[in-house]
């Protein structure tokens, strides 16, 4: 897949250390091998697609998994409607020039003819469960690649490679199936469905030195850019849709950036000065704190609240 990186400053012209290219090169053919199999096993699969970096990598890995051939099935974007206008056009344009299809469940249409409320501290992001199963239902999607990293949240740490969902989209973690070595069970009963997550064993790290190494364009809010934001439980917010700021909250005009993009309520930039991607490896390498725990609100709610939605059937 061919792509120029979108960020203010030109190309990093660094190169990997050979054993981090080893190291890649290992998780890049994990990953084609799992894309490989789910397409050989299930008969309906889809992408869930954010816009964001991991996300993006994933459809770069199954573009190089079924090359030359088209990738032989869709991507999936839960749209709060809260999402920056960055990425919606990022998403946009990276779908027409690979000639993907696109399926948007908007999280507005579910509000509107009321099979959803909207929240009284206006975030969306938790309103995506609801969206999602009823769209895994309505196109009888049987596995659903998701980009989650074993590094980035602990519930998250705890889902196999091939994750079960029953009936009702739920997830019990007590009935993980083992995998041992690369074999993978996706069995499953009508109206179950399997998530899969084929960069389970990336760290955010691992990521950035790959889109380096591939080139992977990505939403320019990844980079070092000037934007009004406002301060609120210790995270940087932009003014939006969901309100904000209020009370005691004023707006100043930082140099930010964002470590991972969603719902625009609930997802806080970082202060940095990094506009290309040495520079953003560097900074990656010198936090003690991940992208979800620095800049994601929603995740703060408890120690359990990521494990407690995905029991409810969230990503």
Known sequence: MSAH?????????????PGVVDAL???ESEAIHIFREVAGEFDRPVILFSGGKDSTLLVHLAVK????????????H????????EVIDFRDRLVERLGLRLEVAHVQDWIDDGRLTERPDGTRNPLQTVPLL???VEHRFDAVFGGGRR????????????????????????????????????RHAPGEHVRVFPISNWTELDVWRYIQRERIELPSIYFAHRREVFRRDGMWLAEGPWGGPRGTEELQELSVRYRTVGD?????????????????????TASRLTERGATRADDRLSEAAMEDRKREGYF
């Open 5 to 17: 990186l979108t960020h203010p400053g030109p190309p990093s012209s660094g190169l990997p250390s």
């Open 25 to 27: 090169d290992a998780l």
């Open 65 to 76: 998994a079924f090359a030359p051939a088209p990738v032989p099935f869709p991507l999936l």
């Open 78 to 85: 839960v749209d709060t409607g809260h999402n920056y206008p």
């Open 134 to 136: 009823d769209s895994i």
């Open 151 to 186: 590094d980035e949240e602990r519930a998250r740490a705890k889902e196999r490679i091939m994750s079960l969902r029953d009936a009702f989209g739920r997830w019990d973690p007590r009935s993980q199936r083992p995998e041992l070595w690369n074999l993978y069970n996706g």
């Open 264 to 284: 625009g309520s609930c997802t806080g930039a970082v202060e940095s000065t990094a506009t290309t991607i040495d520079e953003i490896i560097a900074e990656v």
